[in-house]
């Protein structure tokens, strides 16, 4: 699980994607207990109060909810949740910025729609 | 208050006190051809030097190791220079108590004749111990002269100590033997007044602004 | 919930003015960082902060208890310094065991145990005098004393100088680990950033003596961006706005932006906004002109 966090993005953004994607891979299972503030803490050398951030946000998102006195689990349907959001997130933000790009490009909507069902073998 | 490691400090230079004056008695022994008595009868005599040694050095030392070093890790102003003060009194009340018993269990005459001086020698000792203060305060307000001034000291004792070790077999008139006491004890006693001034003034005015450095 | 005060801290020396009418609130439970660079004044204001020193004008409380002189509030903290020994320094002579011994008697929640295993992890060589040992191990002799006093409030000067990488993050862990077992509030002032921007909630940035932010370490990154583009586009855009360290080359213009509370950069396809490093962004704020 450990893997080096970078400077690009927010700290707790990036814990949040770490918990998603291990949620993702089966690394973490539904109705599981997540790491806790302070195991993430001193996982990734950060500030226990970031790593509550990036906790909170996956429990504003239903993604992980809390039991008192035991810590946080995986909220059943997680994974799904985090695949529709991260679907969303790639049609909103991802192929918005490609669409941008290729216009920016010159690139037309034909030659896209064309490199998409070309069946370009090495994609 | 924490005042504990100056205590303790104070209890580690009587047990070189101790030592040294050991030494001194063991160089005696060797040098007397190996007769014992002689040197042993100056033991106390010895331990009151070797304090007064250890007063000067330990005294200036502190006010340039011991003081930024506790200052350092939390001590108050005031316990560094209370703990001083009871440093050097632990020093010279545990030597001159040891020296008394001595005195009291040794044969011969020059522990006898010393007991009258035991006195004066507690005097002696604090004043040394204070002279070590003033020139530690001297040292941490013109480090250079500070330098200087410990060069002089040292000299200034390996020559006496070479001197006490001759003056062992030295015997003195009976006159100047008993008119000894009472004039040592107020003279030595009216200069340790004066450092002893000196050196409360400097911890009035100089060590609350004074800055810690490591 | 304990709280350090200081307030209006001025300290001048014969021929400069180290720090300029400081203002700050520590809160216990919390890792701060105090960062600028050297001669800023950092070390002055820890050593203030810990009646170490006098300061020339201002007060500096624990609970509302003035610190100076004060017995009970001093048990509660601890600025272990630098320990920058230079040949003639009277410390010099003194050996680590003598120094780590003081230590102990002096802090009366001292953890002996802790002090061990630091000793061990960092291969301290206690009988060596401070004077002899390198930079790295005095580092570690800091960050031992700093640890293992257990104090409620505990200042680190430089503790990472002479470290080298590899230690520097075993220290950042270890003082993560201390950290969420006990909830000390700790203020660690350095100018080697990089590890460290994630470990500090907060950060405290000084510049000539004078403090000039003071705010949650992931709050203030989020406001901080660089923007990147035509020079007349950066300007249009970053109008206005508090701008840091500009840099032109031939039309290409960056300047990194730290947009006031409520401010926020207008939307623009024309030039590029990256987010910024705590380590960017202290270059930004506190670098020379000429230097960059």
Redesign the interface.
Known sequence: MKEL?N??????LQICDRIETDILRGVLLEGERVPST?EL??L???????AA?GLGILVDRGILYKKRGLGMFVADGAAEAIRLRRKQEFMEVKLRELL?EASSLGITTGELIAMLTGGDEDV | MKLKTWFQLGLGLIGWSLLCAMIFVVVGFIGEGFELLGPLSCLPMYILFCAAIFAVLMSMTTYLSYLPLYLSLGSTRKETWLGLHLMQLVLAAGCTAIAALLCLILPGDPPRDLISLLPAALLAILAFAKLGSAAGCIALLFPKVGRALSVVLCMVFSGAAGFVGASATMSFPDSFRLSLPGRATLIVGAVLAALLLVELLFQRRALPRYEVRL | MSELVCKGITKRYKDKEALRDVNLTLESG??YGLIGRNGAGKTTLLSILTAQNPATAGTVTLDGEPVWENRHALDQLCFSRELNIAGNSGVAGIKIKEYLKAASLYYPKWDQNLADRLIKAFKIEPKKAMGKVNKGMLSAVTITVALASKAAFTFLDEPVAGLDVIAR?FF??TL??E??ETGRTFVISTHIIE?A?????EVIILKDGALICMEN??AL??RAVRVNGLAADVDAVTAGLACHHSEQIGRSKTVTVLPREGETLPDS?DVTVQ?V?LQQLFVALCGEEGMG
Do not use: D
């Open positions: 966090l400077e690009e993005k927010s700290i707790y302070n803490a001193r990734y050398t950060i500030n226990p109060a970031t951030k941008v | 919390k890792i993050e950042y862990k993560v680990e950290y969420t590890e921007a994630a470990v500090f909630e370490t992931e990154l989020e396809r987010p490093s």
